[in-house]
């Protein structure tokens, strides 16, 4: 089946490290994005990519940083100069050049930092 | 920059009944409206979108309207079921194909 995977679901980690969120796409999409999501609020864009190699910041991408070496995978890295890392973190895909900018998304990953 | 933002935070019906939900956006630019709906601890799923050019667009038991006028987007779902109970959110499309989110209307279902 095509989709989007992320792992692991939950993550727990200390203060003061690094941690790489996973992303997997084998939709064959070129676009792949990260988002935040507090409680109670809305998806917040932490980066972009709308091709392999290249990435843009998105809203929030403080203390945050990614790549995109492969058109599959966008992993994205919470360093430790985010001052508030706990957080579900969401991954989505979607294709390019077509008429539809549906966003595929990937199941989360809850990150908590303590 | 502009956003797209929500009337009502929560909004409860009975079993069977319809539910609308709505939005407001405030860039008059926009061309392209969605919905998801996001259950919890899950990552949101497509419901249904919309190009500015239309007025209204149905899909399966969902019928999303758009109000270029005012500038407002609602979702309405017919005899709504328990499993509609989720968050829902509005998103539109910004410049290249970056979507921004309101912040959601959780929809509660009563049996």
């Known amino acids: 089946d095509g989709g989007i995977t992320q792992s692991p679901k939950y993550l727990f980690r200390k203060e003061g490290q690094n941690v790489t969120l996973s992303c997997e796409q084998n939709?064959?999409?070129?676009?792949m994005y990260w988002y935040r999501q507090d409680p109670g609020q809305g998806l917040r864009l932490i980066y972009y990519?709308?091709?392999?190699?290249?990435?843009q910041k998105g809203d929030i991408a403080e203390g945050y940083s990614v790549s995109r070496e492969k058109k599959e995978s966008f992993p994205l890295t919470v360093t430790s100069a985010q001052k508030n890392p706990t957080a579900f973190y969401l991954c989505?895909?979607?294709?390019?050049?077509?008429?539809?900018?549906?966003?595929?998304f990937g199941p989360g990953t809850r990150l908590t930092v303590t | 920059g502009e956003s797209v933002g929500l009337h009502l935070p929560t909004l409860s019906v009975q079993e069977g009944d319809n539910s609308i939900i709505n939005c407001a956006y405030s860039?008059?630019?926009?061309?392209?409206f969605i919905w998801y709906k996001q259950e919890s601890g899950k990552g949101p799923q497509f419901i249904i979108d919309?190009?500015?050019?239309?007025d209204k667009r149905q899909g399966q038991r969902v019928t999303v309207l758009l109000n270029k006028t005012v500038k407002h987007l609602s979702l309405q779902i017919a005899a709504t079921q328990p499993g509609d109970s989720a968050v829902y959110f509005c998103?539109?499309?910004?410049?290249?194909?970056?979507?921004?989110f309101g912040a959601g209307t959780i929809l509660r279902v009563k049996s």
């Open positions: 919309i190009r500015s050019n239309m």
């Open positions: 939709l064959n999409h070129d676009a």
């Open positions: 998103a539109e499309k910004e410049y290249g194909n970056k979507l921004v």
């Open positions: 860039n008059s630019a926009s061309d392209y």
């Open positions: 989505a895909s979607s294709p390019r050049g077509l008429n539809s900018y549906e966003q595929y």
């Open positions: 990519s709308q091709i392999v190699n290249d990435f």
